[in-house]
């Protein structure tokens, strides 16, 4: 994948739009998200595609792994969180092995 972006979409909605080098890796991130993994809580959502510029459109999540950790002041998640954390992270890598799917990274 080429780029990340954020921004608002038509209807004020905002969203994540990932640039894809070619049309093999355009479509091999799509055709999951579009299929098996549509509605997955560990996964996030595809909201929309333009296929001729390859650009794939995710729905926009305020709340992230990354975001809980380096910008919260105390930066410690406590039990139960973590508890949820690594819960919806191995659902979402069981449900990839499953599927035979490669993850290059979790974060």
């Known amino acids: 994948m080429r780029s990340l972006l954020m ?3 038509n209807d004020q909605q905002r969203v994540i739009l990932k640039e894809a ?7 091999a991130e799509v055709n999951p998200l579009d299929g ?3 509605g997955h809580g560990s996964f996030r959502q595809l909201v929309n595609v333009i296929p001729d510029q390859k650009i794939i459109v995710y729905e926009y999540l305020a709340d992230n ?3 809980v950790l380096y910008t919260r002041p ?5 039990e139960e969180e973590v508890k949820r954390v690594t819960s919806v992270v191995l659902k ?4 990839m092995h499953e599927k035979n799917m490669a993850h290059t ?3």
């Open 7 to 9: 921004c608002d979409s």
């Open 21 to 27: 080098h070619n049309n093999q890796s355009f479509n």
């Open 36 to 38: 098996y993994l549509r």
């Open 65 to 67: 792994l990354h975001n």
């Open 74 to 78: 105390q930066r410690k998640l406590e």
């Open 92 to 95: 979402g890598l069981a449900t």
């Open 105 to 107: 990274g979790l974060l």
